[in-house]
C-alpha cells in the first residue's frame, strides 16, 4: 500500500500540535476546554481548504488555490498531474483535429460533417467550391436546403448508404457529382461529393462506340451469315470440297451474331434510363414458357427440370428485359449442366421479396470466379462457354436488367456440385 504524499508530515504536525495544546491546557487546567477548541480550528481548516479546492477547481482563473501543506501538497500535486496529463492529450487531440482539418482540406472531393437532423457543422474548402457553401451563412443550415435534387433527397431520408448516387452539381448543372454517405459516431454522418463530370464523359464515349461497332457489323454479318447458309444449303458438286469450312464459317458467324446482339442489348440497357415499357408482367407464364425452353435446349442431355410457381405472383417490370435475364439463367443452368443433371426453377415470395431462382447440379464454380462473373467477357472457361454458344455476356445483362429493377443477382455455388442464382426485386415491384 502506497500512503499519500504528506500524510505523516500531517500526522507528524497533528501530534506536536495536540501535544503542544495539550501543554497549555493542562498548565491552565482547561485541558479538555483547550484541545477542544484546539482541534476545533484544526476542523475549520481543513474545511476552508476544501471550500478553496472546490472554488478554485471550478474556476480556477478567479480563485487561487489551496495551501499546499500537509495532506494537501499529496492532493494538489495529483490533481495537477491529472490537469496537466488532461492539457497534454487536449493539445494531442487538437493537433490531430487539425491534422485532419488539414488533410481534408487538402483533399479534392467536397467533405461535408452532417449531424442526425442534417444540419452542417464542418465542411472542407472543396465542398466550398463544389457545393457553394458559405462559411459565414451557411453553417449550422441544414444540408437539404443546399442540395435539393429530389434523388439525393431521398437517398439522405432511405438511409441506404450502401451505394453513392448521380447526381447534378446544385451549383453549376454540367458537372456531374457522384455523392456518399458514411454514418458514424452518434447519429453524425460524413457527406463526400466527387466530380466525375469526365469519368461519365469517357463512359459515355466508350459506350457509344461499342454500340455504333456493334450497329455498323450487325448488316454486313447479317449479308455474310445468309451468303454462308446460302452455301451450306447449295447441293453444288463444285462447293462439296468446302462444305466443311463453309460450315465452320457459318457457326462463326451465327457466333459473331450473337456477340453483336447481346452488345446492343446491353448499350439499350446502358442508355435507355427511363422505366417506360414497364407493365404488369406475367411472370409464371414466363418461367412456364423458359422450361419448355430449357427442355428443348436439353434435348438429348434430358436434364430433369423441376418447377415451382407461385402462379399469382406478377411482377411491375418490362417484359422483354425480364425474359432476356430470366432466359439467360435458365440456358446458362442448361449449358453447364452435364447431362441428365437437375434444374429447379422458382418464382415465389421470400422474406427479400419476390424472388426468381435457378438451381443446378451442373459443374459449380470457384469462389473466387463469383465476385466478377458479371463482368462482360468474363468467363471461367472460355474454351467451354464458347463451344456451348456462350458470348460471355449473359450475366453482364443480367445485371443490367435487375438494376433497371432495382433488383438483387445473388450467386452461391460450389465446384462439382451446382450454382444457385437467384434475382431477387423490392416487394413494391408486386403487381
Ligand atoms: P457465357 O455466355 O459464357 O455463359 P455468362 O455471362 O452467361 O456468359 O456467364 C459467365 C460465366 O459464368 C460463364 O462463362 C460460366 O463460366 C459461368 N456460369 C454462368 N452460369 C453458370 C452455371 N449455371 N454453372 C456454372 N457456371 C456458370
Known amino acids: 500500500m502506497t500512503y499519500p504524499p504528506g500524510l505523516f508530515k500531517e500526522l507528524g504536525f497533528l501530534s506536536l500540535y495536540l501535544t503542544g495544546v495539550g501543554l497549555v491546557g493542562f498548565q491552565f487546567d482547561q485541558l479538555p476546554w483547550i484541545v477542544l477548541g484546539a482541534l476545533s480550528i484544526y476542523f475549520f481548516w481543513h474545511i476552508s481548504q476544501a471550500v478553496r479546492l472546490n472554488l478554485w477547481l471550478n474556476q480556477s482563473k478567479k480563485y487561487s488555490k489551496p495551501y499546499a501543506v500537509g495532506i494537501w501538497r499529496g492532493v494538489l500535486s495529483a490533481i495537477e498531474a491529472l490537469r496537466e496529463r488532461g492539457r497534454k492529450r487536449k493539445r494531442k487531440l487538437g493537433r490531430m483535429l487539425s491534422g485532419f482539418q488539414q488533410s481534408t482540406s487538402a483533399l479534392p472531393d467536397a467533405t461535408v460533417v452532417i449531424d442526425s437532423s442534417g444540419e452542417m457543422e464542418w465542411w472542407n474548402d472543396s465542398a466550398t467550391r463544389?457545393?457553394?457553401?458559405?462559411?459565414?451563412?451557411?453553417?449550422?443550415?441544414?444540408?437539404?436546403?443546399?442540395?435539393?435534387?429530389?434523388?439525393?433527397?431521398?437517398?439522405?431520408?432511405?438511409?441506404?448508404?450502401?451505394?453513392?448516387?448521380?447526381?447534378?452539381?446544385p451549383v453549376?448543372?454540367?458537372?456531374?457529382?457522384?455523392?456518399?454517405?458514411?454514418?458514424?459516431?452518434?447519429?453524425?454522418?460524413?457527406?463526400?461529393?466527387?466530380?466525375?463530370?469526365?469519368?461519365?464523359?469517357?463512359?459515355?464515349?466508350?459506350?457509344?462506340?461499342?454500340?455504333?461497332?456493334?450497329?455498323?457489323?450487325?448488316?454486313?454479318?447479317t449479308v455474310i451469315h445468309g451468303y454462308l447458309e446460302t452455301m451450306?444449303?447449295?447441293?453444288?458438286?463444285?462447293?462439296?470440297?468446302?462444305s466443311?469450312?463453309?460450315?465452320?464459317?457459318?457457326?462463326?458467324?451465327?457466333?459473331?451474331?450473337?456477340?453483336?446482339?447481346?452488345?446492343?442489348?446491353?448499350?439499350?440497357?446502358?442508355?435507355?434510363?427511363?422505366?417506360?415499357?414497364?407493365?404488369?408482367?406475367d411472370v409464371p407464364a414466363l418461367v412456364e414458357r423458359l422450361e419448355q425452353e430449357a427442355a428443348t435446349l436439353s434435348a438429348s442431355a434430358s436434364h430433369v427440370i423441376h418447377v415451382d410457381i407461385d402462379p399469382a405472383l406478377k411482377l411491375f417490370a418490362n417484359p422483354d428485359e425480364l425474359d432476356s435475364a430470366f432466359s439467360n439463367l435458365v440456358?446458362?443452368?442448361?449449358?453447364?449442366?452435364?447431362?441428365?443433371?437437375?434444374?429447379?426453377?422458382?418464382?415465389?415470395?421470400?422474406?427479400q421479396g419476390p424472388c426468381f431462382s435457378v438451381r443446378d447440379t451442373g459443374i459449380g464454380i470457384e469462389a473466387e470466379h463469383i465476385p466478377r462473373l458479371t463482368e462482360r467477357f468474363y468467363r471461367v472457361d472460355v474454351g467451354r462457354s464458347r463451344q456451348s454458344g456462350g458470348t460471355g455476356l449473359g450475366l453482364a445483362i443480367v445485371k443490367h436488367v435487375l438494376t433497371r429493377h432495382n433488383g438483387r443477382l445473388q450467386i452461391e455455388s460450389q465446384p462439382g456440385k451446382g450454382s444457385l442464382f437467384r434475382c431477387c426485386f423490392p416487394a413494391s415491384r408486386i403487381c
Open 331 to 351: 440456358f446458362n443452368a442448361v449449358r453447364y449442366t452435364p447431362a441428365g443433371g437437375e434444374i429447379f426453377l422458382a418464382w415465389a415470395l421470400t422474406e
Open 244 to 281: 466443311r469450312i463453309v460450315m465452320q464459317m457459318q457457326q462463326q458467324t451465327t457466333r459473331m451474331q450473337r456477340i453483336v446482339w447481346d452488345l446492343l442489348l446491353l448499350s439499350r440497357l446502358e442508355t435507355n434510363q427511363d422505366t417506360e415499357g414497364q407493365v404488369e408482367v
Open 130 to 169: 463544389i457545393l457553394g457553401l458559405d462559411r459565414k451563412q451557411d453553417m449550422g443550415r441544414n444540408i437539404e436546403g443546399v442540395i435539393t435534387d429530389p434523388v439525393f433527397l431521398g437517398y439522405l431520408t432511405d438511409g441506404d448508404y450502401l451505394r453513392p448516387i448521380q447526381i447534378p452539381d
Open 232 to 242: 451450306v444449303d447449295s447441293v453444288d458438286p463444285g462447293l462439296a470440297p468446302w
Open 172 to 221: 453549376d448543372g454540367s458537372v456531374s457529382l457522384e455523392v456518399r454517405v458514411v454514418p458514424y459516431g452518434k447519429g453524425k454522418r460524413l457527406l463526400q461529393a466527387r466530380d466525375i463530370t469526365r469519368l461519365q464523359q469517357l463512359e459515355t464515349v466508350r459506350r457509344d462506340f461499342v454500340a455504333n461497332v456493334s450497329h455498323e457489323m450487325r448488316t454486313p454479318l
